[in-house]
């Protein structure tokens, strides 16, 4: 798809999903202001600075889906996994104009940049959508979004407590006593957000996943100052290093995806080397929470079902709830092939990156009901057998249930509950409740007027008459007592009932063992229960 950062916003703004201030507009006012619109915004004129802000562009589910180019949001993980299927390598140019403009050395001055406050608590301008990429000697690109708070004009902070390659490579850097070398490019398009924003395995260009996404090759371009390539359609880039000061300078606090305020994270320093900018640049804000969740839950729905696929389960369906802020929760909807594939679904999801609780159902259950969800984790679970308890797992330091230290990776503990029917009891015991007629009987028809025609009624001779003929039907093949009313609704119900009365009382009436009617005695019956 060959569109890029600014022809995504006239796309939204043809939409009717971005609209223009072009007022004066405190930055403080910036993030207050998003939280209360429904579209994305963008502030032409931003009191004290020579940059526009644009934020919320992809914080409702439709703009995440127009932002990868997709008709649903369900489009979106098939679209994913196919560009991590297939990834098309990025191509290297000599530069872009992104570096219409540049600042090196002492001439780097972040505060020139409108980098916004968000939250009541933030601990100080936080850039949160930088698509960082850093260079290690042995396992070559990686690629990710962090948050960086600014700290002096050419030095910021970097959240990289959570395990991930980003943190791998800086205490690699870190153990050599070396800076990593690392660019921010910020204001791309979200193709390369979303591609950065996968948790791939070591090793693994992310912006191959983000060229397999747009369908065709990133282009990344080389930095002036550090040896690391920055993606060359950006509006403004920050060369930099990671220095090799471990996870000792306090962080934040934040506004986090857990729509909590986080607490001070230790993480390292990063000094800024140079900025390079388009003379017209737009300076990107991402908004939390929702513009993270939109665009990382589609990214935990790919990774548990090829964790799932690896563990032979035939999945139907797969929910990362946005009340586990769509990083911690998974419902995992299945069609059992075999004993067992309850608890191996289980065991398999909750291997995935930082799932935290895990529920999986059958295929009988709405996956986006949360009501369902419950009804069959009330009906299905014993306690003892399908609640699994995994104590001593790694944790994301986010979750604000566990007490970490300085820059430590936390213990924490993943739950998951098998929803699914028990092997051992019948489905029968498990057959909704439905309603006789409910093809034929709508309401809508009787407000306007409908009438039910009166079946026949009769004496007592005319009810045992009607028994005979209910008893030589029900001897052939048991019924459900509605099947029967529904028989014979040539007679009102009155009728029958009476009929149906009349048989229990001479004893010629029984029901089989799904509660059908049938014949007292019959092969059919159900067994007389032994008194006590």
Known sequence: MKENFREFLDRLRQAGELVDLRQAVDIRHIATLVDQAKTALYFHNVIGYDVPVVSGLVRSKERATMSMGCEKFEDIEHKLAAAIAKPIPPKYVNGS????????????????????MSSIYDGGPMITAGVVIAK?????????????????????????????????????????????????????????????????????????????????????????????PYIADAEIVLEAEILPTGWTWPEGRFGEFTRLMGGLHWNPLVRIKAVAMRKDAVYYNLHMPWENTWLAAPTRYTAIRQALKTANVQVTGLNVTLGGCAF????????????????????AALSVMDLKHVVVIDDDIDINNPTDVEWAIATRVQGDKDVVIIPGARAKPLDPSLLQ???????????????????????????????????TAKIDDYVKGKKDAAGKSGDTGAVEALAKKILDAIDKEPLYYTDIAEKFAEYDFNTVARALGFLHQTEKLWQDPKGKMCVRGSKFAAVLPTKK
């Open 328 to 347: 911690w929760h998974a419902i995992v909807q299945i069609k059992k092939g075999a004993a067992g594939d309850g608890k191996n679904a289980l065991l």
């Open 97 to 116: 104009p992104t570096r219409e403009v540049v600042m090196e050395g002492n001439d780097v001055d972040l505060f020139k940049l409108p980098i916004p």
């Open 405 to 439: 230290g300085a820059g430590v990776v936390p213990i924490g503990t993943k739950v998951g509950i098998d929803a699914t029917i028990p092997e051992h009891i019948p489905k029968e015991h498990y057959e909704r409740i439905t309603y006789a007629y409910a093809e």
């Open 136 to 228: 290690d000697p042995e396992f070559g690109i990686n690629s990710g979004v962090y948050r960086m708070i600014v700290k002096e004009k050419a030095l910021t902070g970097i959240d990289i407590v959570t395990p991930n390659n980003m943190r791998f490579f800086a205490q690699r850097a870190l153990e050599r006593n070396e800076p990593l070398p690392i660019s921010i490019s910020i204001g791309t398009h979200p193709f390369e957000f979303a591609g950065a924003g996968f948790r791939a395995p070591l090793g693994t260009d992310e912006m191959g996943i983000a060229g397999g996404l747009r369908g065709e090759a990133v282009q990344l371009a080389p930095c002036s100052t550090v040896d690391v």
